[in-house]
């Protein structure tokens, strides 16, 4: 605190340097971030009656967590699973692909001096300004013309581009993967592409846990994309298909499900925070020793 | 193995021509690389925008079908009051949400590193949390909130007698800001705390020996240090504004009378070309945002850049 102190005592005495005003400010970041989950728990263990009726922020009424789930997983012939499978199915292909285009062209860049690496650079790097959702609809008119809307592929093909995880890995493997090591494999005859899997893989694996938790979050929660290229609920993934029940609530023919939207929200969200939660020590040093420096 | 016996050979020993061509594979191979990236790259991202800027030069009539029209749409897209609304409609947002965001997420970032709280890593997991939800079910849970059927709002009305109505015109914007604060606070607050991470302890150490308080390590060493990720985080930010959709879209069927078709020029194009059936003209209004967006990240990121060398 006051200069006159030693530095080094302070240091050691961890009680001198707890602070009132900081504990204050992130208790109440902690209660906006944590709230609308809170109530999303809560609620999620409502009738449909009593989310009407009860105070949105505590329990009430018969405890129906369990029936609500089983409305879920039920309701329209079991819609919901099929839109869990194909988020799935979107994720694995589209995030999994996404990350290993990235993580092939970032450790290009970053250790090979080719010619018009530049350029390329250039391209990607000004890619990453451009909206993602600015080339939805021009995808979605392209798509249509070659009969790929309303299938699948729609949704993957798109996703495959991730030109911020190639930057995240470009400069995640300018520091872990060090020059002179590579120089070693090649005197000791290794091949570029097994020096790469051998060797450069496993540094790099911070770095890509980072890019894929990234790609897999925006494969997960993509919306946009998949709402303007699917037709059939068949081939909904849990954002879309979680939107049009809650449209049927309001309208003409009203049929409102609030209990199974908001149950059905809660099962959306568990499997991404906890990969989060589970991966965090590998993605948070990939973001740190990727990190942008200035 | 030929190439093995070649590289291990000492260099006088091998002819000259191996070694051109070992050189030359080598000067290549960064190619091979980043080709199945840049394949993917021409196919769905290159060729949908080249796709979009020939599309914004025809139009389709009602009689005698679609014609090439030159940039006829682009003069319409100008003299469009209701892009303009649109448009001046994020900017506002813009204006407001991602400073208060940006502030909200430094001041996160700066505390978390600052090694002044009990359990650090527990508040930056916690923040950070909201990012992993998806847009949709964040913006079902506002929604929820803000209206009156689930209480929520109503019931802090009736406690504090107040009239807070998020969902009428004069709030929306308010309460959209606010959903997407709390949507990417904790994803910034993490950009920030990793470049927080990166700086070398040796400069720590001698603004100590200096004397020097924690606010003016915050003011010298830590927001310089910071300036890149905050460029970029604004960068996102402004793209991110622009392109508002998802919730807006989502909310529009508890706010029929706030949010109109053209509440933002993202939801107008995409209005115009799946409600309108104006494809042609959807299409010029995608790349009319695309260049404005990009013209105002470029400039942001040359201010950045600049303030950065001086």
């Known amino acids: 605190m006051s200069a006159s102190q030693p530095t080094r005592h302070l240091a050691r005495d ?32 409502k009738t449909q ?6 105070f949105g922020l505590w329990f009430s009424g018969d405890f129906s967590l369990w029936s609500n789930i089983v409305g879920t997983f039920t309701y329209d012939n079991g819609i919901f699973l099929h839109w869990l499978f194909n988020t799935l199915l979107y994720v694995v292909v589209g995030a999994g692909g996404a990350t290993i ?111 894929a938790l990234f790609a897999i979050v925006a494969t997960w929660n993509n919306y946009f994309l998949p709402l303007i290229m699917i037709n059939d609920p068949k081939w909904y993934p849990l954002t879309v298909g979680l939107s049009q029940w809650t449209a049927q609530a309001t309208g ?17 969200i568990l499997p991404i925070v906890i990969i989060f939660l589970l991966l965090q020590r590998y993605w948070q040093s990939g973001l740190s020793a990727g990190s942008v420096k200035g | ?92 947002f813009l204006l407001v949400q991602v400073p208060i965001m940006t502030v909200l997420s430094l001041i996160a970032a700066l505390g978390i590193d600052s090694g002044r709280l009990r359990g650090p890593g527990s508040y930056r997991i916690l923040l950070f949390l909201p990012y992993a939800v998806p847009g949709v079910v964040a913006t079902l849970i506002w929604g929820f909130m803000y209206g009156d059927k689930f209480g929520l709002t109503a019931s802090i009305n009736d406690l ?8 009428v015109s004069s709030w929306i914007l308010l309460s959209i800001g606010n959903i997407v604060t709390w949507e990417f606070m904790g994803y910034n607050m993490l950009i920030f705390y990793s470049s927080l991470k990166v700086i070398p302890q040796e400069l720590y150490e001698a ?27 604004i960068i996102f930010s402004i793209i991110g504004s622009f392109q508002l959709f998802n919730e807006p879209n989502l909310l529009q069927p508890l706010a029929p009378n706030a ?49 950065e060398t001086m």
């Open chain 1, 49 to 54: 009656g009593s989310l009407f009726s009860s």
């Open chain 2, 160 to 167: 504090l007698g107040t009239h807070i109505a998020p969902l």
């Open chain 2, 1 to 92: 193995m030929a190439s093995m016996t070649v590289a291990a050979a000492p260099p006088e020993s091998g002819s000259s021509a191996e070694q051109a061509l070992r050189k030359d594979r080598k000067r290549w191979t960064g190619w091979l690389f980043i080709t199945p990236f840049l394949l993917v790259f021409a196919a769905f991202l290159v060729a949908p925008l080249a796709y979009s800027v020939y599309l914004s030069l025809f139009q389709q009539k009602l009689i005698g079908g679609t014609s090439f029209v030159g940039l006829d749409n682009y003069k319409a897209v100008f003299t469009d009051e209701k892009f303009w609304s649109a448009l001046r409609r994020v900017a506002i």
């Open chain 1, 252 to 268: 003409a023919a009203a049929q409102p499900i609030y209990n199974l939207v908001i149950a059905g929200a809660l099962i959306t």
């Open chain 2, 259 to 307: 949010i109109t078709t053209n509440f933002t020029p993202n939801l107008y194009a995409y209005n115009l070309s799946f409600a309108g059936q104006q494809i042609n003209y959807a299409a010029t209004v995608a790349i009319v945002m695309g260049v404005i967006t990009a013209v105002i990240a470029y400039v942001v990121q040359l201010r950045g850049s600049r303030k």
């Open chain 2, 207 to 233: 603004a100590e020996v200096d004397g020097a308080g924690a606010m003016s390590i915050v003011r010298h060493i830590k927001l310089p240090a910071l300036r890149g990720s905050i460029v970029i985080s």
């Open chain 1, 101 to 211: 285009l990235a993580t092939l062209g970032g450790y290009g860049l970053a250790k090979y001096n080719f010619p018009g690496r530049r350029g390329v650079f250039a391209v990607v790097l000004g890619a990453v300004a451009v909206p993602g959702a600015a080339v939805a609809v021009p995808t979605f008119l392209m798509f249509s013309k070659l009969g790929l809307t309303n299938t699948p592929w729609a949704v993957i093909l798109p996703s495959l581009i991730s030109p911020f995880g190639l930057y995240l890995v470009w400069t995640f493997a300018t520091d872990a993967v060090p020059i002179e090591m590579l120089e070693a494999a090649r005197l000791d005859g290794a091949g570029e592409f097994r020096t790469f899997f051998t060797i450069s893989l496993k540094l790099l694996g911070p770095g890509i846990v980072t890019v």
């Open chain 1, 14 to 45: 961890p009680r001198q340097r707890r602070s009132v005003v900081l504990t204050v400010a992130m208790v109440i970041f902690t209660v906006y971030s944590l709230m609308p989950l809170l109530w999303l728990i809560i609620n999620a263990t």
